[in-house]
């Protein structure tokens, strides 16, 4: 599976940003897609995932009601919509897949087997 995500960018505190993640692969579709992040000195902490085909997700406690999760498999893409952004959001963003993922592993990073270039976004006013 190769990961190549992309949307970052500038915005405002409570302004809205999509990631996308362009994923390929045969192992994509059955493979839990995750999102983490790491902001400057700080170590890489989950985000969100998403089961193989779609249906359960799992958000950090800091997300949730504000980031969805979501992804396309006949497309082979994941999606982060983040709305309500706070400076503490602030990080480089990566996309990750987890084959045949089994939930109790979602939130830890070294589960992920494959991992995009991570894209920065920046909240500031």
């Known amino acids: 599976v190769q990961l190549q995500a992309f949307g970052g960018g500038l915005v405002q505190p409570g302004g809205s940003l999509t990631l996308s993640c362009a994923a390929s692969?045969?192992?994509?579709?059955?493979?839990?897609a995750g999102w983490f992040r790491q902001a400057p000195g700080k170590e890489r902490e989950f985000v969100a995932a998403?089961?193989?085909?779609?249906?359960?997700?799992i958000y950090t406690d800091s997300v949730k009601g504000r980031f969805t999760i979501s992804r396309n498999n006949a497309e082979a893409t994941i999606l982060l919509q983040m709305n309500s952004l706070k400076p503490e959001d602030m990080a480089v963003y990566y996309c990750?897949?987890?084959?045949?993922?089994?939930?109790?592993?979602?939130?830890?990073?070294?589960?992920?087997?494959?991992w995009g270039q991570g894209t920065l976004v920046t909240v500031s006013s």
């Open positions: 990750a897949a987890y084959p045949f993922g089994s939930v109790s592993g979602w939130q830890t990073a070294s589960n992920y087997e494959y």
């Open positions: 998403i089961s193989w085909i779609g249906v359960n997700t």
């Open positions: 692969g045969r192992t994509f579709r059955n493979s839990v």
